[in-house]
């Protein structure tokens, strides 16, 4: 079981890397990263979030990390046996 989790996590941590390298720029420059894991304070930030790209792009890194963490999950489970 300690594999499986490990290997979510280290897999995690590469797609989340993988995300922010590739979907991570917005207007030509990479996405600071206390914006990119902090959510919008108020409904002003949020829209100009949105309409600049920053919600998406946050979006797209994290179902990175997510991707990265199924594949360790299965990686892991397979590794066990």
């Given at each position: 079981?300690?594999?499986i989790i490990v290997s979510a996590v280290v897999l995690a941590v590469v797609g989340l890397?993988?995300?922010?390298?590739i979907f991570g720029r917005v207007g030509?420059?990479?996405?600071?990263?206390?914006?990119?894991?902090?959510?919008p304070d108020n409904i002003a930030a949020s829209v100009i979030?949105?309409?600049?790209?920053?919600k998406e792009a946050r979006q797209s890194i994290l179902i990175s990390g997510a991707v990265g963490a199924?594949?360790?999950?299965i990686l892991g489970a397979v590794r066990a046996r």
């Open positions: 079981m300690q594999r890397l993988v995300g922010y390298l030509g420059e990479f996405i600071a990263l206390n914006t990119l894991f902090q959510t979030q949105s309409v600049s790209g920053v199924g594949v360790g999950v």
